[in-house]
């Protein structure tokens, strides 16, 4: 499967966490349709991974509770899926510099994931 | 020309917690014109509510979020004879002294009914907040495990479900007695009252998620914020999440979300010690209150619930399992914290598994540790129908 994935997070500075809004694009890159789980794209808990200045891991808070069987779609080659996560910081978070990659989880191997994409979170 | 007149009325006036006052204001348009007033801003506590100490000192109240699209709409257009509510909670500071307060609708800008030339004004409403009783907001309860503690139920052996009624007759017995002297003889009160805001984090780490749910491994963090009251006179628990909507939602959505999140966790179980007061236990009362400034979590509003702080507009049961988070509980699915829960949402799964479903006892864990500490005893949880 050639997928690849994108990041965007807007605006790239705020004072408050509800304000940024993350849109994460999985792309099939390959030349034949792929089936698509689109589950690990349904929540920010599961699609984005984000760490502070110093590297740390900001955790999520929990995802919500899985469907009975994992949706899938058809991603046509050149299709995208993107999945909008808007205020996807959890509220008291602190201030500071921080940087966030979409992970598209599909299977054991290793996850398809984005560039890194920096955002400030300013003092309200 | 369009005028407004507000109406400030309160359900309790004495003998009030800074941080648990609330009242509502009404607004009616008593023109013949249509007037245009923004409800979404003039929910905000800090634009329009002028509080005054009893040296006539203004209290200055939080800041209020930061504008959103419908504060900066023109607003609703409110028909001749026309009445809207707006009701404000929680936005004192717990830590305001005691005494008698006044406060009062002060609108002076077009958006909120007024002018600087003409505010729109309601007549001073006089309260009286009473001392806090409890810990002091912001100071951490000692003893208090903050871990995950949930763990699956051991079931009984059966000598012990044998004996146990037997035991537990004879130990009312001579606590019936006990408490008659101490009531009758040493005049005992049941008056007590003590709140506690609680802010615990709260952790949990996912595996052995099976083929196509892989995502879901993972260590996940969130923050259990409420406000605990121990309420001797009324024999509850109550447990107030304030929480403040970001985005478009109905008020008939609204109040569906209230609706499923209380009737799912409200008066099904309650808190037990051995004790005199409230002998038959505190009921643990969930109240979930929107308001506009001073919250406990942040939610914002789509098309599908996503996690605690995203939630699907049209959705009326998975919130209910988010609002489990909010109380501290842990998720009941795949393996958690090192627990096999099987997969999520079984026919017989508790909220935690299966948002369809009600709680049990041990989703409450949170609440039932955070009144321990508060009282300095240790409580367990028993369903409400059941004795204590």
Not at chain 1, 85 to 102: D, I, V
């Given at each position: 499967?050639?997928?690849?994935?994108r990041?965007?997070?807007e605006?790239s500075?705020a004072?408050a966490?509800?304000?940024?809004?993350?849109?994460?694009?999985?792309?099939?890159?390959?030349d034949?349709g792929?089936?698509l789980?689109v589950?690990?794209l349904?929540?920010p808990?599961l699609?984005?991974?984000?760490?502070?200045?110093s590297?740390?891991?900001?955790?999520?808070?929990?995802p919500?509770?899985?469907p009975a069987?994992?949706?899938?779609?058809?991603?046509e080659?050149?299709q995208?899926?993107e999945?909008e996560?808007a205020?996807?910081?959890?509220?008291?978070?602190?201030?500071g510099?921080?940087?966030?990659r979409c992970?598209?989880?599909?299977?054991?191997?290793?996850?398809?994931?984005?560039d890194?994409?920096?955002?400030t979170?300013?003092?309200? | 020309?369009?005028?407004l007149?507000?109406?400030?009325?309160a359900?309790?006036l004495?003998?009030?917690?800074?941080?648990?006052?609330?009242?509502s204001?009404?607004l009616?348009?008593?023109s013949?014109?249509?007037?245009?007033?923004?409800?979404?801003?003039a929910?905000?506590p800090?634009l329009?509510?002028d509080v005054?100490?009893?040296?006539?000192r203004?209290?200055?109240?939080?800041p209020?979020s930061?504008p959103?699209?419908?504060?900066?709409?023109?607003g609703?257009?409110?028909a001749?004879?026309?009445s809207v509510?707006?009701?404000y909670v929680?936005?004192l500071?717990?830590?305001?002294?005691?005494g008698?307060?006044r406060?009062?609708?002060?609108?002076?800008?077009?958006?909120?009914?007024g002018s600087k030339e003409?505010p729109?004004?309601?007549?001073w409403?006089?309260v009286?907040?009473?001392?806090?009783r409890g810990f002091?907001t912001?100071?951490?309860?000692p003893g208090?495990r903050?871990?995950?503690?949930?763990?699956?139920?051991?079931p009984?052996?059966?000598w012990?479900?044998l004996?146990?009624?037997?035991?537990i007759?004879?130990?009312?017995?001579w606590?019936?007695?006990?408490c008659?002297?101490?009531?009758?003889?040493?005049?005992q009160?049941?008056?007590?009252?003590?709140?506690?805001e609680?802010?615990q984090?709260r952790?949990?780490?996912i595996?052995?998620?099976?083929?196509g749910?892989e995502?879901w491994?993972?260590?996940?963090?969130?923050?259990?914020?409420?406000?605990l009251t121990l309420?001797?006179?009324?024999?509850?628990?109550?447990?107030l999440?304030r929480?403040?909507l970001?985005?478009?939602i109905?008020?008939?959505?609204?109040?569906?979300?209230e609706?499923?999140?209380?009737?799912a966790?409200n008066?099904?179980?309650?808190?037990?010690?051995?004790?005199c007061?409230?002998?038959d236990?505190?009921r643990?009362?969930t109240?979930?209150?929107?308001v506009?400034s001073?919250e406990?979590?942040?939610?914002n509003v789509g098309?599908?619930?996503?996690n605690m702080?995203?939630?699907?507009a049209?959705?009326?049961?998975d919130?209910s399992?988010e609002?489990g988070?909010m109380l501290g509980a842990?998720?009941?699915?795949?393996t958690?914290?090192?627990?096999?829960?099987?997969?999520?949402?079984?026919?017989t799964?508790?909220?935690?598994?299966?948002?369809?479903?009600p709680?049990?006892a041990?989703?409450?864990?949170?609440?039932r540790?955070?009144?321990?500490?508060?009282?300095?005893?240790t409580y367990?949880?028993?369903?409400?129908?059941?004795?204590?």
């Amino acid at each position: 499967m050639a997928l690849s994935a994108r990041l965007s997070i807007e605006p790239s500075e705020a004072d408050a966490t509800e304000r940024f809004v993350a849109v994460c694009r999985v792309t099939n890159e390959g030349d034949e349709g792929v089936s698509l789980n689109v589950a690990p794209l349904s929540s920010p808990s599961l699609a984005l991974e984000i760490e502070d200045a110093s590297g740390s891991p900001v955790h999520l808070p929990p995802p919500p509770v899985p469907p009975a069987e994992p949706p899938i779609e058809r991603l046509e080659a050149g299709q995208e899926k993107e999945a909008e996560f808007a205020g996807f910081l959890p509220s008291w978070t602190q201030p500071g510099r921080y940087r966030a990659r979409c992970r598209y989880v599909a299977g054991s191997g290793e996850p398809v994931v984005s560039d890194w994409v920096e955002f400030t979170l300013t003092p309200g | 020309m369009p005028r407004l007149e507000a109406q400030i009325r309160a359900e309790r006036l004495e003998d009030v917690a800074a941080g648990e006052l609330g009242f509502s204001v009404a607004l009616t348009n008593s023109s013949s014109e249509p007037a245009r007033l923004n409800l979404h801003q003039a929910s905000h506590p800090a634009l329009v509510l002028d509080v005054r100490d009893r040296n006539d000192r203004q209290v200055l109240l939080p800041p209020p979020s930061a504008p959103d699209k419908e504060d900066l709409e023109e607003g609703q257009v409110i028909a001749p004879g026309e009445s809207v509510s707006i009701d404000y909670v929680g936005f004192l500071d717990r830590s305001l002294a005691p005494g008698e307060y006044r406060i009062r609708y002060f609108g002076e800008f077009p958006a909120l009914g007024g002018s600087k030339e003409d505010p729109l004004r309601s007549d001073w409403l006089t309260v009286t907040l009473r001392p806090e009783r409890g810990f002091v907001t912001g100071i951490g309860i000692p003893g208090f495990r903050p871990g995950p503690d949930d763990t699956l139920p051991r079931p009984k052996p059966p000598w012990l479900r044998l004996v146990e009624p037997i035991w537990i007759f004879i130990w009312d017995f001579w606590w019936w007695i006990y408490c008659w002297i101490l009531r009758h003889l040493f005049g005992q009160h049941c008056d007590d009252v003590r709140s506690q805001e609680i802010d615990q984090a709260r952790t949990e780490t996912i595996s052995n998620a099976p083929a196509g749910f892989e995502a879901w491994n993972g260590t996940y963090l969130w923050r259990a914020r409420f406000l605990l009251t121990l309420d001797e006179p009324n024999c509850t628990a109550r447990v107030l999440i304030r929480v403040r909507l970001v985005g478009t939602i109905s008020a008939a959505q609204r109040t569906a979300w209230e609706t499923a999140i209380e009737a799912a966790w409200n008066s099904r179980f309650k808190l037990c010690r051995r004790v005199c007061c409230c002998s038959d236990g505190l009921r643990i009362v969930t109240d979930i209150q929107f308001v506009t400034s001073g919250e406990h979590q942040v939610v914002n509003v789509g098309t599908t619930t996503t996690n605690m702080g995203n939630w699907g507009a049209s959705d009326t049961v998975d919130v209910s399992h988010e609002f489990g988070h909010m109380l501290g509980a842990l998720d009941e699915y795949f393996t958690v914290n090192g627990v096999d829960w099987g997969v999520g949402r079984q026919p017989t799964g508790a909220i935690m598994n299966n948002p369809a479903n009600p709680p049990v006892a041990r989703h409450y864990s949170t609440v039932r540790q955070a009144a321990g500490t508060l009282r300095g005893a240790t409580y367990s949880t028993v369903a409400q129908s059941s004795s204590c």
